[in-house]
């Protein structure tokens, strides 16, 4: 594993899920990691299941001035990882616009606000958690695929523009997170069976999948504006 003792990380969406994983996976490594997201008590209690210490930062990346505010103060920082974004799911002709705003300005436009603002030490790395969606589109989620896609374009743009500053992205596919605790455990565990049988792989993903895939990337000088899929073959499947 790459050592990443006393470098300054932030997860950006580190309270649950692919970014609580890559948080604990980063502390192991020896980073000094914060995890940062609108909701501080869910902030708190991800703290509290680190295995090592944390910071932790509300940070609403939906908002200018909070984006700006943040990053004015915090310094620079070896690894930024954003996973957050909350995206509606619809057909486009019947999704009402405004979440549809809602969901780009979310995933897509925070990261840009983020990218645009923070400061970064030297060889450090930004990377974006997408979907394959960007690739193997679905009919109920068109949407989701358009931004997934926009925010690997954005990654390949930026890491030209902030060079030699490294911009990557992540591109999982379905990912036992608590994203899906609002089905009925009987439904979910049903749907996880369904996928995985589809899958080469012939499993779904784990948080972990996604963090080994963001370290890989943060730790290898010669990694910039890749897309790297880690989807046990849905793209192909």
Same mark, same amino acid.
């Given at each position: 594993m790459t050592s990443f003792i006393d470098q300054r990380v932030l997860v950006v969406g580190g309270s649950s899920g692919i970014g609580l994983a890559t948080a604990q996976a980063f502390v192991r490594a020896g980073a000094k990691v914060t995890i940062a997201s609108r909701s501080l008590p869910k902030l708190q209690v991800a703290a509290e299941q680190v295995a090592g210490q944390v910071g932790i930062a509300a940070l609403d990346m939906t908002s200018d001035a909070d984006v700006e505010s943040f990053f004015a103060k915090a310094g620079e920082w070896d690894h930024i990882v954003i996973s957050a974004a909350q995206t509606a799911t619809g057909a486009v002709r019947t999704l009402a616009l405004e979440d549809a705003y809602s969901a780009m300005n979310s995933k897509f436009w925070g990261a840009y606000r983020i990218a645009r603002a923070a400061r970064f030490a030297p060889n450090a790395s930004l990377t974006f958690v997408s979907g394959f969606l960007s690739v193997r589109p679905s009919s109920r989620s068109v949407l989701q695929g358009a931004i997934n896609a926009a925010l690997e374009a954005l990654a390949r743009g930026l890491a030209l523009e902030l060079s030699p500053v490294r911009v990557n992205t992540v591109s999982?596919?379905?990912?036992?997170?608590?994203?899906?605790?609002?089905?009925?455990?009987?439904?979910? %565990?049903?749907?996880?069976?369904?996928?995985? $049988?589809?899958?080469?792989?012939?499993?779904?993903?784990?948080?972990?999948?996604? $963090?080994?895939?963001? %370290?890989? %990337?943060? !730790?290898?000088?010669?990694?910039?504006?890749?897309?790297?899929?880690?989807?046990? !073959? !849905?793209?192909?499947?």
């Open positions: 999982p596919g379905l990912i036992v997170t608590p994203l899906w605790d609002k089905f009925a455990e009987a439904d979910r %565990l049903q749907m996880f069976d369904k996928v995985a $049988a589809s899958l080469p792989a012939k499993r779904v993903g784990q948080p972990e999948d996604i $963090a080994n895939a963001v %370290l890989y %990337l943060a !730790g290898t000088p010669f990694s910039t504006g890749s897309t790297v899929l880690v989807d046990g !073959g !849905g793209a192909i499947g």
